[in-house]
C-alpha cells in the first residue's frame, strides 16, 4: 500500500514439510527455479515503517539495512520488492522536480550522500530480484502546515494545489496541473532507472474523514462542467491520472510494468449487484474515486494486488469471497492478478484468533491456488518479513514456496 497506514485503516473500515532449503540456506543449496509467479513484499519508507529506520543514518548505514532487507527477501523465496520511493510529495531518487525525502535525513531536500533508488535496483537485480518502484501520487505530507515543507517545494510555490484534509496536505486530483506536475515527477525515475515496474498503492483521493469535506469545489466549477455529478468527475481525475501514467511508461521505458495496489472492496453487492459479497465501511468507487474494476476491464494497468487483509471467514469481508471476486474480474482480461497478503497481522496484537495461527497465511495460499487468474502474492511489508514474528511466512515457504520462482515478466 505505511504510517501505521492503509493497511491498519483496511481493517477498521470493515466495522462499520520441511523446508527443501531453509531460508537463510545459501544459494547454492536451493532448488533451481520450476514456476513463474509472484512472490513480493512491499517495503515501505513512509514514516520509517520499514526503512531507513530512523532518519539520519550514515549512507553506509542506510544501504546495509537496505540490502539486508534485499537479502531476506531472496532468504524467504520472494523475487520481486515493491520499494516506497515517493512517499509524501518527496524522492528516494535525485528528483528534477521534487526535494529529498525527509525520512533518509531527517531533513526534507537535505542530499543523502547516495542514490537510494539506483542502488536498490542494482542490489536487487543482482540478487535476481524485480525491483517495483512505488509511488504515493497526490500525499504531501502527514500534517496540515505548508510551512513544514522545505521552501522550495511545489506545494509552497503552488499552495492553489494543495488541499488540507484529515490531519494531512493532498495535492488537488482535479487540477489538470496537479496531474501533470505529478505524472511528470514520477515519469523522472522510470526515465532514470531501469526499474521494472512503476507501483500504486490504494491512495487517491483520500479515505473519508467523519465530519470533514475535501474541499475541491473551486475546481470542480472551473473544471467539472462535463459531468454529472462530482463523484463522476472525480473518478474522471483519478482516470486520467492512470491512463496517462500508463503511457508516459510505455513511451519512456517500453516494456516497464504499471501496477496498482487498490483497498480490496470496488463496492459491496448491496450497493451494486456487480459488486463483492461484503459489507466493506469503504468502497473504493464510491469513497477514493477509484473505479479499479474498470482499470481491469480496459487493461489499463499491467497488473492489480488488492489489499485482502482478512482472513477467511471474515464477517464483513470474507477472504475467500473477495478472491473469487477478483477471480471473476479479471478473468479474461490482460491485466494479471496478485493478491495482497497481511503479513503484518499474523501474531498482532489485539488481531483476531485466526491471525494467531502460523498456518491462516498457508491456506490463504492454498485457497487462491483454486483460481488460474491468481499469479501470486504480496505481502506486507519488509520489517514484518525479517522479523516473521510467529513464523508465518515460514510457515508459507514451508508449504508453498519450497522451490524457487522466477518472478513475472
Known sequence: MAQVSRRTFAVAALSTLALAAAPGASAAARPRHTATEMRGMWLATVSNRDWPSRTGLSA?????????????????????????????????????HEPWSQYLTGTQGRNPGWDPLGVAVEEAHARGLKLHAWFNPYRIANNTDPGRLVASHPARKHPDWVVRYGGKLYYN???????????DAILDAVAKYPVDAVHFDDYFYPYPVAGQTFDDGDAYDTHGGDFSSRAAWRRDNID???????????????????????????????????????????????????????????NWIDYIVPQVYWQIGNAAADYAKVVDWWAGVTKGSGTRLYIGEALYRAGGKGEPSAWQNPAELSRHLTLAAQYPQVGGHVYFAARDVAADPIGALSRVVADHYRQPALPPA
Open 60 to 96: 553506509s548505514a542506510q544501504r546495509k539495512e537496505l540490502t539486508a532487507l534485499l537479502d531476506k527477501a531472496v532468504d524467504y523465496r520472494l523475487n520481486t520488492v515493491m520499494l516506497q520511493v515517493r512517499p509524501t510529495a518527496d524522492a528516494f531518487w535525485p528528483s528534477s
Open 173 to 183: 486530483p482535479g487540477i489538470p496541473a496537479v496531474r501533470a506536475f505529478v505524472t
Open 240 to 298: 486520467k491520472l492512470v491512463t496517462g501514467t500508463a503511457a508516459g511508461i510505455r513511451r519512456l521505458r517500453p516494456g516497464t510494468r504499471f501496477g496498482i495496489s487498490p483497498f480490496a472492496v470496488w463496492r459491496n453487492a448491496t450497493t451494486d449487484s456487480r459488486g463483492s459479497d461484503t459489507r466493506a465501511g469503504v468502497e473504493t468507487y464510491d469513497d477514493l474515486y477509484a473505479d479499479t474494476r474498470k482499470w481491469v476491464q480496459k
